[in-house]
T-cell receptor, first 109, second 118 residues
Framework: QSALTQPASVSGSPQQSITISCTGN?????????VSWYQQHPGKAPKLIIY???DRPSGVSNRFSGSKSGNTASLTISGLRAEDEADYFC?????????FGGGTKLTVL | QVQLVQSGAEVKKPGASVKVSCETS????????ITWIRQAPGQGLEWLGW????????NYAQKFQGRVTMTTETPASTAYMELRRLRSDDTAVYYC???????????WGQGTLITVSS
């Protein structure tokens, strides 16, 4: 059972924006800003798209943005494209322990 | 460029052990820990633990305590993960990733499929 809660699926049309939530508690997400987000296409390794809640690695599109409020982190993808269709996972790091979200399948309609 | 290259797929019988390697290049090995993560077919990600490549200190997920051992071979810039007493529900793709999580995992191995079947 995943420690962080994500919606199982979200969908959106091209050019729209969607937001994926990742809810934890005061022992993980609520403790610090070590939340990261990953995109995973079928058969591929996860790709880091957001770290430290809202920072983007070099080379990641600015259509991806992250935020946090209390015990919930969020990933927003704006200007949806067909290639954004993938699974998305959140990860929190607290006291040397990693917790995962269960993953959200994004469908671009 | 940073690369993590894992050993190939394996098929094991229940009760056996498996050792997966993760050969790194493109950075100073001892500057970053290595985390091991697995993904069962069609499932989410599961954390096995990490090893500090500088001093060999390990931190295993409670679920795998006593069954997993993570090691490194610094001259070869390689990390290893051994899982013992394999069960069918250990069937998964096992990934190594650079770091321990506080900066995210920016680099991943390609994954190693471990199939446990009699």
């Amino acid at each position: 059972q995943s420690a962080l809660t994500q919606p199982a699926s979200v969908s959106g049309s091209p050019q729209q924006s969607i937001t994926i939530s990742c809810t934890g508690n005061t022992s993980d997400i609520g403790t610090n800003n070590y939340v990261s987000w990953y995109q995973q296409h079928p058969g591929k390794a996860p790709k880091l798209i957001i770290y430290d809640v809202s920072d983007r690695p070099s080379g990641v599109s600015n259509r991806f943005s992250g935020s946090k409020s209390g015990n919930t982190a969020s990933l927003t993808i704006s200007g949806l494209r067909a290639e954004d269709e993938a699974d998305y996972f959140c990860i929190s790091y607290t006291n040397s322990i990693i917790r995962f979200g269960g993953g959200t399948k994004l469908t671009v309609l | 460029q940073v690369q993590l290259v894992q050993s190939g797929a394996e098929v094991k019988k229940p009760g056996a052990s498996v050792k997966v390697s993760c050969e790194t290049s493109g950075y100073t090995f001892i500057s970053y820990g290595i985390t091991w993560i697995r993904q069962a077919p069609g499932q989410g990600l599961e954390w096995l633990g990490w090893i500090d490549s500088y001093n060999g200190h390990t931190n295993y997920a409670q679920k795998f305590q006593g069954r997993v051992t993570m090691t490194t071979e610094t001259p070869a810039s390689t990390a290893y993960m051994e899982l013992r007493r394999l069960r069918s529900d250990d069937t998964a793709v096992y990934y190594c990733a650079r770091g321990v999580g506080n900066e995210g995992f920016g680099y991943w191995g390609q994954g190693t499929l471990i199939t446990v079947s009699s």
